[in-house]
């Protein structure tokens, strides 16, 4: 990829601790990333295993973690913790 960033997250905490931590050389090269190919994968969290999680362009020119809506084209940002009211999927 572009000047050598790398974009394989292991798993869902992982990718929540690069969009939150993303600083400077990383936050531009991710959002080059974004820009290039729309978004950036990202693993299902373990509450939500079926769901379908995107990294994408957020508010304010952020990446954001987000999750694609029940009409299967929208996408909306993410809770990045469990809802403790729903159970797994919901």
């Given at each position: 990829?572009?000047?050598?960033?790398k974009?394989?997250?292991?798993d869902?905490?992982?990718?929540?601790q690069?969009?939150?931590?993303?600083?400077?050389?990383?936050l531009r090269e991710?959002k080059?990333?974004?820009?290039?190919?729309?978004?950036?994968?990202?693993?299902?969290p373990?509450w939500?295993p079926?769901?379908a999680?995107?990294?994408?362009?957020?508010?304010e020119?952020r990446p954001?973690?987000?999750?694609?809506q029940p009409d299967g084209m929208?996408?909306?940002?993410a809770?990045i913790?469990?809802?403790?009211d729903?159970?797994?999927?919901?």
């Open positions: 990829m572009a000047n050598g960033f974009w394989n997250p292991g869902f905490n992982t990718t929540v690069r969009v939150a931590s993303a600083q400077n050389m990383l991710m080059n990333m974004i820009r290039t190919f729309g978004s950036l994968t990202c693993p299902s373990p939500d079926q769901g999680y995107r990294v994408g362009q957020g508010g020119d954001e973690i987000q999750k694609l929208t996408w909306a940002k809770a913790v469990p809802r403790l729903t159970g797994p999927g919901e």
